[in-house]
């Protein structure tokens, strides 16, 4: 939007200033709209770079369909766009008023006769989309993503039970038996150092140790078999006081895992799969404030004060944008950064704190908001008033301080 044009269009806003202020509010929304879905791009391939390995590894040596990854990656990304969707209006509302002011676009539109507050409606219009988006993701998204997760990876681990063993980790996923591999050659589809503990017989527990083994599945059902080879089965029976040892070429475990779905099919919801009403419901049948009561309360909270981060963020990133110049647009960008990481350091903070109980997970989850508010008012009053902002000050000096402290450095 070139100073001709706004000037052109001020001759018609004299008669008709409402229509030059729809003009303005369509504008901006438009131009916020581009680098807010830039962001949320970025931010969303970052945050499953951080998945990357564990992705790889489902593909290449558990042999699961790129069908069924993308499936995986689709149900996470509700949990991930709750914390991508407020950094991302941020964002784009602090780009966006860089770009303006660095083009001088912010001040033809004063010269227009147009405010500072009147530029703000778009701002909290595009934060209230943002803040519907996010609330959608925490109230249905993440509960519904989160529960069909767990029924995808646990119907996974009954198709590919290579999924569920570790290397050097115990695993108890059948009902009273033990595994413990030391290593997992995937590509000849071997376990080697094997160690099993054995009570599924009744005042007996057999312990069975060989070098090496395999794994396989029968089609169609949930039945695998361990064959394992040159082996040790130690018996002890209690109620006899008996024990034997018997040595084997080869040996046959069957484990049945049909059973153990069915029994995880009626397990607890997990506190992120539980609606606003069931979180309720545990808070108030709790009998004493433990690790759960405190638990059930923030995931409560979180649900709406994330929304609200986005009206919060991005109230605060328009006058960090109108206020940096052309020369001094990094500093507009680096306050918005560094302001971001202040409020998930709060909301840590709030989390650890809250699920200890040292104060109440209310408090926790929406100090950072209100923190971000305040600022932003704050600098929103300086804006208008044509004042610099201090905090720009204060990280100029901050700034300024470590680059003499690192020349001091080099010189000794």
Known sequence: MSTTILKDRKKHAIYNPMKF??????????????????????????????????????????????LSVLTLIFF????????????????????????????????????????????????????????LLTLFMTLYGVPKSKATLEDMVLEMAASNVNIGLKERTFNDAFKDVMLYVNEIDLNQKKLIDIFIEDKRKQNVISTVVAPEGRMFSEPGKFVFHMVLSNGTIHQTNLKEHSANS????????????????EKAEEREKGREEMSIAELQQVVDESVEKDKDYYKAQIVIHRRFSFP??????????????????????????????????LYYLLLTAGYTLGKKGIYPPAIGMWLPNLTMAGIGLYSLFQTT????????????GIVYSLSRLRHHKRIH
């Open 385 to 396: 008033k044509e004042r610099t902002l201090k905090i720009e000050r204060l990280l100029q």
């Open 76 to 131: 996470s990304m509700p949990w991930f766009l709750m914390f991508i969707i407020p950094m991302s209006v941020m964002l784009a509302v602090v780009l966006t008023f860089l770009r303006m002011s660095g083009d001088n676009e912010i001040v033809a539109l004063k010269s227009c006769g147009l405010s500072v507050y009147g530029l703000l409606p778009p701002v909290l219009i595009f934060s209230f989309a943002g803040f």
């Open 246 to 261: 018997i040595r084997f070429d080869t040996y046959t475990l069957s484990l049945d895992l049909k059973k153990e779905l």
């Open 21 to 66: 202020n729809s003009i303005v509010n369509r504008y901006v929304l438009t131009e916020m709209l581009a680098p807010f879905c830039i962001n949320v791009l970025v931010f969303t391939f970052l945050f499953l770079m951080t998945e990357l390995i564990k992705i790889t590894n489902w593909i290449v040596n558990h042999n699961l369909s790129i």
């Open 308 to 341: 609200v981060a986005c009206l919060a963020l991005g109230f605060l990133a328009f006058p960090l944008g109108i206020q940096s110049k052309s020369g001094k647009r990094s500093s507009g960008l680096i306050l918005c950064l560094f302001f971001f990481l």
